[in-house]
Nanobody, 123 residues
Framework: VQLQASGGGLVQAGDSLRLSCAAS????????MGWFRRAPGKEREAVAA????????YLADSVKGRFTISRDNAKNAVYLQMNSLKPEDTAVYYC?????????????????WGQGTLVTVSS
């Protein structure tokens, strides 16, 4: 599967952004989908994930209450709604798809990665 993330940009603190990830192929609904980010000088970290059906979602503590993950299997797409953005949310955001049922926050649980989209939050 190929993944294409989009929707990043430059915003001010407190603003909102919606990231989208479009997937190719007919097996999208068989993958757990995740969003990760890598801030300047830091390791890639898990942000959110959503189960194959969309019935379960997972969020990092740092974004709970501000970010929401959703998916539309009919459109082969996953979204990350980001509200109340903070400067520390500045990062390149990556979407990922995985078969594994292991912990959602592990990079190793994902088999395919998009190219990333840059989100910059100014104070």
């Amino acid at each position: 599967v190929q993944l294409q993330a989009s929707g990043g940009g430059l915003v001010q603190a407190g603003d909102s952004l919606r990231l989208s990830c479009a997937a190719s192929g007919r097996t999208f609904s068989t993958y757990r989908m995740g969003w990760f980010r890598r801030a300047p000088g830091k390791e890639r970290e898990a942000v959110a994930a959503i189960s194959r059906s969309g019935g379960s979602t997972y969020l990092a503590d740092s974004v709970k209450g501000r970010f929401t993950i959703s998916r539309d299997n009919a459109k082969n797409a996953v979204y990350l709604q980001m509200n109340s953005l903070k400067p520390e949310d500045t990062a390149v955001y990556y979407c990922a798809a995985g078969w594994s049922g292991s912990n959602w926050y592990r990079l190793q649980a994902y088999d395919y990665w998009g190219q990333g989209t840059l989100v910059t939050v100014s104070s």
